[in-house]
Antibody
Framework: EVQLVESGGGLVKPGESLRLSCAAS????????MNWVRQAPGKGLEWVSS????????YYADSLKGRFTISRDNAKNSLYLQMNSLGVEDTSVYYC???????????WGQGTLVTVSS | QSVVTQPPSTSGTPGQRVTISCSGS????????VDWYQQLPGTAPKLLIY???QQPSGVPDRFSGSKSGTSASLAISGLQYEDEADYYC???????????FGGGTKVTVL
C-alpha cells in the first residue's frame, strides 16, 4: 500500500527539542522531493520545509528562524524533522507530504500531534 | 496573514455551483502552478487539483480549477453534502523560495 506514516509527536516543554519521523512505503521514496506541513489547532495549513530527492537541497519557511532541520535516509525510506527551541506557537499537527512532478503534494500522511506546553 | 488570500467561507445548497477564489501576486500565482486541497473534518488534506486545472485520478469531475493572471479559482459543480470541507490553494512563491497556502475556505452545504 502506498502510504506515509508519521511518528514522534508528543508533549514537550517550551525550549525543548523533538524529532519527527515519516516512514514511506509502496513507492520509490528516493524518487520524490518530500515536505513537512503543519496545522495549528483550528487553523490553516502552513508549509514548513522541503527536501529534494538526493537530500542536498533544503527549503524552510521564514517563520522557523533556523530552528528546524529536515533530513532523509533513502536507504530506510524515511524523512525526518528535527525541531529545536520549541515554543507554544509550534503546537500543531505535523504532516509529511510527497511532492509530485509539478510541485503538488500528492500523498499525505495522517499527521502527528506536537504539543508545546509548560 | 498569508501571501495568497481566500475567502474564509462560502455556502450553497445541494446541486448548486460554488466557486472559491485564491488571489496572489506576480511572485506566486502569476508565475507558478496552483494546487487545491480538500480537507474533510478530522482528516489529512487530499490533493484535488494540480497544475492549475488538472485532476488526479479518482477526483470527481464536478471539481475544476482555473487560473488567470495572479488569481486562481476552484469550482464545485453540483454541490453535494459530502463536499462540506475546508479547501486550500497552494503555490510556490519565487520571492520567498517556499510554498505558500491560502488561509483556507470552509464550504458549508445548506
Amino acid at each position: 500500500e502506498v502510504q506515509l506514516v508519521e511518528s514522534g509527536g508528543g508533549l514537550v516543554k517550551p525550549g525543548e527539542s523533538l524529532r519527527l519521523s515519516c516512514a514511506a512505503s509502496g513507492f520509490t521514496f528516493r524518487g520524490h522531493t518530500m515536505n513537512w506541513v503543519r496545522q495549528a489547532p483550528g487553523k490553516g495549513l502552513e508549509w514548513v520545509s522541503s527536501l529534494d530527492k538526493s537530500g542536498v537541497y533544503t527549503y524552510y519557511a521564514d517563520s522557523l528562524k533556523g530552528r528546524f532541520t529536515i533530513s532523509r535516509d533513502n536507504a530506510k525510506n524515511s524523512l525526518y524533522l528535527q525541531m529545536n527551541s520549541l515554543g507554544v506557537e509550534d503546537t500543531s499537527v505535523y504532516y509529511c507530504a510527497r511532492e509530485g512532478p509539478t510541485g503538488d503534494f500528492d500523498l499525505w500522511g495522517q499527521g502527528t500531534l506536537v504539543t508545546v506546553s509548560s | 496573514q498569508s501571501v495568497v488570500t481566500q475567502p474564509p467561507s462560502t455556502s450553497g445548497t445541494p446541486g448548486q455551483r460554488v466557486t472559491i477564489s485564491c488571489s496572489g501576486s506576480s511572485s506566486n500565482i502569476g508565475r507558478n502552478a496552483v494546487d487545491w486541497y480538500q480537507q474533510l473534518p478530522g482528516t489529512a488534506p487530499k490533493l484535488l487539483i494540480y497544475n492549475n486545472d488538472q485532476q488526479p485520478s479518482g477526483v470527481p469531475d464536478r471539481f475544476s480549477g482555473s487560473k488567470s493572471g495572479t488569481s486562481a479559482s476552484l469550482a464545485i459543480s453540483g454541490l453535494q453534502y459530502e463536499d462540506e470541507a475546508d479547501y486550500y490553494c497552494a503555490v510556490w512563491d519565487s520571492n520567498l523560495s517556499g510554498r505558500v497556502f491560502g488561509g483556507g475556505t470552509k464550504v458549508t452545504v445548506l
